[in-house]
């Protein structure tokens, strides 16, 4: 059984970066075909995709988050972190790590963090 386990701040300051990682356990983030995602659900909206890294190490990222987004993988711990700069109270979600076999974005995901809720403020 993969699990999948987000750690970081929860408390982040307005124009600071935001650092998530999520750890996997049960199986490996160099698994063939899987895709391993960033998702978020700011309060009262939707989930929205944020980025992934695949089991190649090849990094997909949301264009409207582009610019301040990337993502970095430790195969060693299969691991993989999202870095989010200049954050704005606008960033303030519950952020999700999971897993797909469908390249990003996508909404069918096989597996998921338990989430872990990020606030941005001062």
């Known amino acids: 059984q993969v699990q999948l386990q987000e750690s970081g701040p929860g408390l982040v300051k307005p124009s600071q970066t935001l650092s998530l990682t999520c750890t996997v356990s049960?199986?490996?983030?160099?698994?063939?075909?899987?895709?391993w995602s960033w998702i978020r659900q700011p309060p009262g909206k939707g989930l929205e995709w944020v980025g992934a890294?695949?089991?190649?190490?090849?990094?997909f990222v949301s264009p409207s988050l582009y610019s301040r987004t990337s993502i970095s993988r430790d195969t060693s711990r299969d691991q993989f972190t999202l870095h989010l700069s200049s954050v704005t109270p606008e960033d303030t979600a519950v952020y999700y790590c999971?897993?797909?076999?469908?390249?990003?974005?996508?909404?069918?995901?096989?597996?998921w963090g338990q989430g872990t809720q990020v606030t941005v403020s001062s």
């Open positions: 999971v897993s797909s076999t469908h390249p990003p974005p996508s909404d069918e995901y096989d597996y």
């Open positions: 049960g199986g490996s983030i160099t698994s063939n075909s899987y895709y």
């Open positions: 890294v695949d089991y190649r190490g090849s990094t």
